[in-house]
């Protein structure tokens, strides 16, 4: 069983503060690697994706990759009380699936 | 329209009803899936279609049977459920049935069995 592991939390952070929330994977094949934002009753939003070891930037998101220990990302620098939801972090192998996680809950305090 | 798009929003069904769930996609894309999230639980694969072909059937019971016209639709036929299967069922479509390119969701029905 491929397996994507996540702190549940809450996260709690101050408004303007940087959000680390993290992931870590069970397939050393694994290939590319997602995080998708869910606010409570919505559907899973695509926000960032990574497939090579190293940092990916995107406005206020950064992805930070390393294969080698099997772990992956996400950095929200200014975080914003419209950052609060649940991260989800996905992994996918190159076959039919995306193997997701729990979940991380980020609250942003103003 | 845009996306992918899922009707009904909501759904409370009794275990010996039969509904259905739709899915349209308007991205293009060649591959679609119906996910299951219940509460503190990952996401959870139950079918998989690309280019109109089943590849993938997650140990999904035979009470939920899925149905793709095209493309573009996805269905998930539904009978004799359980209390147990109360969820939001997502669909998702892809480019590419790898997920390398990450997946677009529709917006869910929330399922009750009572």
């Known amino acids: 069983q491929k397996e994507v592991e996540q702190n549940s939390g809450p996260l709690s952070v101050p408004e303007g503060a940087i959000a680390s929330l993290n992931c870590t994977y069970s397939?050393?094949?694994?290939?590319?690697f997602f995080w998708y934002r869910q606010y409570s009753g919505k559907s899973p939003e695509l926000i960032m994706f990574?497939?090579?070891?190293g940092d990916k930037e995107d406005g206020r998101f950064t992805a930070q990759l390393n294969k080698a220990s099997q772990y992956v990302s996400l950095l929200i620098r200014d975080s914003q009380p419209s950052d609060s939801a649940t991260y989800l972090c996905a992994v996918g192998t190159g076959a039919n699936n995306l193997f997701f996680g729990t979940g991380t809950r980020l609250t942003v305090i103003p | 329209e845009t996306g992918v798009t899922q009707t009904p929003r909501h759904l409370v069904m009794g275990m010996t009803n039969k509904k259905s769930l739709k899915c349209e996609q308007h991205l293009g894309h060649n591959a679609m899936y119906w996910y299951k999230q219940s509460a503190k639980k990952p996401l959870e694969l139950m079918f998989v279609?690309?280019?109109?072909?089943?590849?993938e059937n997650n140990s999904v019971p035979s009470r939920f049977s899925p149905e793709c016209p095209n493309s573009s639709h996805l269905f998930l036929h539904l009978h004799t459920l359980q209390p147990e299967d109360s969820a939001l069922y997502l669909c998702?479509?892809?480019?590419?049935?790898?997920?390398?390119?990450?997946?677009?969701f529709g917006s869910g029905t929330r399922l009750t069995v009572v």
């Open positions: 279609y690309s280019l109109e072909e089943r590849v």
């Open positions: 397939d050393r094949g694994s290939q590319s």
């Open positions: 990574i497939y090579s070891n």
């Open positions: 998702a479509s892809s480019q590419g049935g790898t997920g390398a390119y990450g997946y677009t």
